[in-house]
């Protein structure tokens, strides 16, 4: 079956360089290649077209769930039936595709994934996977279960058929980033079983210095760094757990970031008042855009 890659980009041109490098050195390429960039910039489309890949100039508003369902229809529009997605800032091992398509068929699975893997260290994940209550970042010990049900990670190497978009569709683009992923993912979830194949690895940056603190800990709070992606992560973490009645996660959160603002930042009211109110705004299902109102 033809094979789609999709990519969306924002101003990295030279991630997107190692990005596309590491997409045409796959041991089993993809038929096509598409470009979103979400900047529409010249230097951008020079890089795509430099790559043999189709350049498509999204959106700024589009971020990565808007620059991935505009890929995708255009995929679907040249009559494609399976897509690769892929980060700009992330590089996939020269078999990982292969290995994702293997693990397809002999698992019989619509959605499989690569274990993601840090950048700046090899033997721990970029983001940890959860097994029962356990948060493991451990690559060896998470590549002697081969395959793990239900644990791929979302658009970071995602493989799926047409069959996905057809049962739950694309994936919203009023989420921009932090939590799309997530929401397509639970979506899946209700038709589909995924695979976390953990022999196709895509490196990808690490997620730690977003986690004040362990990021393995029960209780640890994913605080990023950017007031963006803080937003968004805030703001869509409500909406996804109504959305979605994941009610007894409203409850886990209510626990760790107060735990987190309150008691281990010494009282950072300004800090909690934020994550609450924002938080509070998906939860109301506002999804109304970013607004630098951070403390």
């Known amino acids: 079956m033809a094979i789609a890659a999709i990519l969306v980009t924002f101003k990295k041109d030279e991630l997107l360089k190692s990005a596309l490098t590491s997409v045409n050195e796959q041991s089993l390429k993809p038929n096509i290649v598409f470009v979103v960039d979400n900047a529409q910039a010249e230097s951008t489309k020079a890089i795509a077209l430099a790559h043999n890949a189709i350049y498509l100039a999204g959106e700024n508003q589009y971020g990565g769930a808007g620059g991935f369902a505009h890929g995708l229809q255009e995929a679907m529009s040249r009559g494609f039936k399976m897509f690769w997605l892929l980060d700009d800032d992330g590089r996939a091992s020269k078999t990982c595709l292969e290995n994702l398509f293997i693990a397809r068929e002999k698992y019989n699975l619509e959605i499989v994934g690569p274990l993601s893997v840090s950048l700046q260290d090899d033997y721990k994940t970029a983001n940890p996977v959860v097994l029962g209550i356990k948060k493991n970042e451990d690559v060896h010990k998470l590549q002697k279960l081969h395959m793990?049900?239900?644990?791929?990670?979302?658009?970071?190497?995602?493989?799926?058929?047409?069959?996905?978009?057809?049962?739950?569709?694309?994936?919203?683009?009023?989420?921009?980033?932090?939590?799309?992923?997530?929401?397509?993912?639970?979506?899946?979830?209700?038709?589909?079983?995924?695979?976390?194949?953990?022999?196709?690895?895509?490196?990808?940056?690490?997620?730690?210095?977003?986690?004040?603190?362990?990021?393995?800990?029960?209780?640890?709070?994913?605080?990023?760094?950017?007031?963006?992606?803080?937003?968004?992560?805030?703001?869509?973490?409500?909406?996804?757990?109504?959305?979605?009645?994941?009610?007894?996660?409203?409850?886990?959160?209510?626990?760790?970031?107060?735990?987190?603002?309150?008691?281990?930042?010494?009282?950072?009211?300004?800090?909690?008042?934020?994550?609450?109110?924002?938080?509070?705004?998906?939860?109301?299902?506002?999804?109304?855009?970013?607004?630098?109102?951070?403390?």
Do not use: M
């Not at 919203?172 to 995924?194: A, V």
């Open 148 to 295: 793990i049900p239900n644990k791929a990670q979302f658009f970071n190497g995602i493989l799926f058929s047409i069959a996905v978009i057809e049962k739950i569709g694309l994936p919203d683009k009023r989420l921009f980033i932090r939590g799309d992923e997530i929401d397509f993912n639970l979506r899946c979830k209700r038709f589909f079983t995924s695979g976390l194949i953990t022999n196709a690895i895509y490196y990808h940056p690490s997620s730690e210095n977003e986690y004040p603190g362990k990021r393995t800990a029960i209780l640890s709070a994913n605080i990023p760094l950017d007031s963006v992606k803080k937003f968004y992560q805030f703001r869509n973490r409500g909406y996804i757990i109504r959305r979605h009645h994941q009610y007894h996660l409203a409850i886990y959160d209510w626990i760790r970031y107060p735990l987190r603002f309150l008691v281990l930042n010494r009282f950072d009211l300004p800090a909690f008042l934020y994550w609450s109110r924002t938080w509070l705004k998906g939860f109301r299902y506002d999804l109304s855009p970013f607004e630098s109102s951070e403390p």
